[in-house]
């Protein structure tokens, strides 16, 4: 995992005998007066006082940026480790700090809810001071014959935005997938126009704080972006977008405008392909842009089983963002939000065969296994994630892949290394003690 590299600072050893030198040269000049109460204050304050004035400030500077962090209830418990058991999660997951407004990560935290998972609009409401944005899953913006719809009014729950925003100060800003046909609205100037006077107009009649806009994934998905015509397009778009979103003001503040969240995806190889959003990407949008949505997980399947996101990739998909740890442009960093998993993935083994299928898992999934085959958990170490293994009833071989305090926090610091933020899919898939992290 990287790690911040902290610059080096002087020692105060030369400057307070330097200090010394002077007062004593002071008090030569001073000739009798050097005996007068006054001088001998003024000395000890200049000797003593302030060398550990400066020494304060360096240990409140410098201190290690994961005391915060450590502060945690759960870690404070000696709940975040490689070694757990079974039992003890079923015990101590519903378990959290009587403070659930304490952050104990100053970074941005964009918080996905989706409308299948309940949950995660309770959480949303409990939890609500640890994040700074929230984006429920609402939108979708379509092609219908020659004209776009906005589609997912009716998936908004304004009671729910009315209690969030008494509770907190997070940011609402709903998801919108972009469907329409890619070519048809990036290729007229009317049709680019309509989506982005709907999204504005949406945002305005709702009240919310903004959007996330997704889009990437579809317009790869239907090959126009190794076009270097269309690519050129699809960025002057969100260009578009953003500014128009930042020129309506918010109610939220007034004099800062409606903000534009756009959700990128990670690298699969170790070079960049043509269909990728690579850092030359990151720099043409980051003016237009309040934050970069990094969906980095799914990097297994039920045809490739394992870990949902191992560290060695999170690190070098920021590194192909940004650079190296310390040398990355820091404004650009503060924009991205690396995604963090909060569901977990249970793959069916077979024998003679890559994999043989499987899917997502809630956090009451998880549970459910747990307390019905009682596993014994393994630390997956290159990984930094937590697994086991189970037959099922038909004797078929499963691993399941599902987060942990440790494997959160692993990636909590690999974020903090970089001064990035983070954004969570989806907290209603998560177990409650998560968000003491947080």
Partial sequence: MAKRREGRVPSNSDRREDRVEASKRAIRRGGDSASSPKINIVLFLFVVIAPAIAVLVYRIRY???TNRALSSYVHQQGLVKADVNYQEILTEN???????SQRHYTYPV???ITPWNNKGYDLAKSFNSKFTHLSPVWYDLRSQGTNLVL??????????????????DAWVIPRVVLEAIPKELLRKKKQRDKAIEMIITECK????DGIVLESWSRWAAYGILH???MRNMALQFIKQLGQALHSVSSEKN??????LIYVIGPTRSEKLQEHDFGPADLRSLSDYVDGFSLMTYDFSGPHNPGPNAPLKWIHSTLQLLLGSVGKSDQNLARKILLGINFYGNDFALSKGTAGGGGGAITGRDYLALLDKHKPVLQWEKNSGEHLFFYSDDHHAKHAVFYPSLMSIFLRLEEARSWGVGISIWEIGQGLDYFFDLL
Wanted: proline share 5%; glycine share 12%.
């Fill in 63 to 65: 201190a290690p940026r």
């Fill in 94 to 100: 519903s378990k959290v700090s009587k403070n659930m």
């Fill in 110 to 112: 964009l918080a996905y």
């Fill in 151 to 168: 589609e997912g009014r009716h998936n908004a729950d304004i009671g729910w935005i009315t209690e969030l925003r008494m509770k907190g």
């Fill in 205 to 208: 009649e709702m009240d919310y």
């Fill in 227 to 229: 076009d270097p015509e």
């Fill in 254 to 259: 007034g004099k800062q405008g409606l903000q």
